[in-house]
């Protein structure tokens, strides 16, 4: 199942309609974090949008540059019950999150198999 977005879900819908993002949802987001991190990526987060970047960088003239961007969402999932599950993006254009469309991923507890499968997209399928 694949929905299109033009822009990313207000936060309101991290947990649900009319709910923020739980304390269990925040623990999640910062082991993904912490495990893309040991992959070496470098990440962005915002528990308030429930959601996480990885992001390859290239060399730059006075700075790294982003090269590649993958963003991953908690977001229920109704064809699981309305549990909490990872949201993959796949944006038009690789180097931000533009004209994405969002693909179930895995479930919220599944934190190494999500970090594994966004290594493989930026670091492994693009060298």
Same mark, same amino acid.
């Given at each position: 199942?694949?929905?299109?977005?033009?822009?990313?879900?207000?936060?309101?819908?991290? /947990?649900?309609?009319?709910?923020?993002?739980? %304390?269990?949802?925040?623990?999640?987001?910062?082991?993904?974090?912490?495990?893309?991190?040991?992959?070496?990526?470098?990440?962005?987060?915002?528990?308030? /949008?429930?959601?996480?970047?990885?992001?390859?960088?290239?060399?730059?003239?006075? %700075?790294?540059?982003?090269?590649?961007?993958?963003?991953?969402?908690?977001?229920?999932?109704?064809?699981?019950?309305?549990?909490?599950?990872?949201?993959?993006?796949?944006? +038009?254009?690789?180097?931000?999150?533009?004209? +994405?469309?969002? +693909?179930?991923?895995?479930?919220?507890?599944?934190? +190494?198999?999500?970090?594994?499968?966004?290594?493989?997209?930026?670091?492994?399928?693009?060298?």
């Amino acid at each position: 199942m694949t929905v299109s977005l033009d822009v990313p879900p207000e936060p309101v819908f991290v /947990a649900g309609i009319g709910h923020l993002l739980d %304390a269990e949802g925040v623990v999640e987001l910062r082991q993904l974090v912490a495990t893309l991190d040991g992959y070496g990526l470098r990440t962005r987060w915002d528990a308030a /949008a429930g959601t996480v970047d990885a992001i390859t960088y290239g060399p730059g003239e006075l %700075a790294p540059v982003e090269r590649l961007v993958q963003r991953v969402v908690l977001r229920r999932n109704p064809a699981a019950d309305d549990v909490l599950w990872w949201w993959i993006y796949w944006p +038009a254009d690789r180097t931000s999150n533009a004209g +994405a469309s969002v +693909a179930p991923l895995a479930p919220v507890h599944a934190v +190494a198999l999500v970090a594994r499968r966004i290594h493989r997209v930026l670091v492994l399928d693009h060298h």
